[in-house]
């Protein structure tokens, strides 16, 4: 269970703040994703990486920012957020993107609560 | 577009029984496939099967089955001799041939009873 790590696990913060969620994937894999877990609701895809360039972007407010400065870390990067953006943050990677049905590698997950 | 149901929000089985989980999807691909991961409380979510469309036979991985129906479009998770350690959500996924984009259902949360 130590392939993909996030930190941190619990975060809270208020509508001004600034903050960052950290993931470090240690499979040697080419492609990261950043998903948004709510209750109820399918994981939604917010931005996929494949060989550090975006290549999916699903419509995701402005207010989450990704950047992944290598194939082993991905940031996802929060500010002035909203209290319905509470929800778990998740974290996969995979060995690549396209052509196939890679399997998709989970961390544990951020628990975000904007108050 | 693609999309997958799991009509059952939450299920219980009883220690050592057997249990299904169903999943239906909808897509206009010929080529894709289909996964069923496992989030335990508090845990990771793993990979606990995957069936390629373009084949016939029923994949299994130990106590977990799956039976595809093509044509209907129902892909469900059989789980034989249920144990406590299989408490978790379950969710089915669908992935096209091309990219590598899960479309996941909203899950079943499943409880093994002593």
């Known amino acids: 269970e130590t392939g993909v790590t996030q930190t941190p696990r619990h975060l809270v913060m208020g509508m001004t703040n600034k903050k960052s969620l950290k993931c470090e994937q240690h499979?040697?894999?080419?492609?990261m994703y950043w998903y948004k877990q709510s209750a109820k609701k399918p994981l939604e895809l917010m931005f996929v990486?494949?060989?550090?360039?975006?290549?999916e972007n699903n419509s995701v407010p402005s207010r989450f920012s990704p950047e992944c400065p290598n194939s082993s870390h991905l940031f996802l990067h929060l500010h002035t957020l909203q209290p319905e953006d509470s929800a778990l943050y998740l974290c996969?990677?995979?060995?690549?993107?396209?052509?196939?049905?890679?399997?998709?590698?989970f961390g544990p997950g951020t628990r975000l609560t904007v108050t | 577009a693609q999309t997958v149901t799991q009509s059952q929000p939450e299920m219980s089985v009883q220690e050592a029984e057997t249990v299904t989980l169903s999943c239906t999807y909808d897509?206009?691909?010929?080529?894709?496939?289909l996964f069923w991961y496992k989030q335990p409380p508090s845990r990771q979510m793993i990979l606990v099967i995957r069936?390629?469309?373009?084949?016939?036979q029923n994949a299994t991985e130990n106590r977990f089955s799956v039976n595809f129906q093509k044509a209907a479009k129902s892909f469900s998770l059989k789980i034989s001799d249920s144990q406590l350690g299989d408490t978790a959500m379950y969710f089915c996924?669908?992935?096209?041939?091309?990219?590598?984009?899960?479309?996941f259902g909203t899950g079943t949360s499943l409880t093994v009873i002593p």
């Open positions: 996969a990677s995979s060995q690549d993107w396209g052509g196939f049905a890679y399997e998709q590698y």
């Open positions: 499979l040697g894999h080419n492609a």
């Open positions: 990486y494949s060989l550090e360039e975006r290549v």
């Open positions: 897509t206009s691909e010929n080529n894709y496939y």
């Open positions: 069936q390629e469309a373009y084949k016939q």
């Open positions: 996924a669908l992935v096209k041939n091309t990219g590598n984009q899960f479309y």
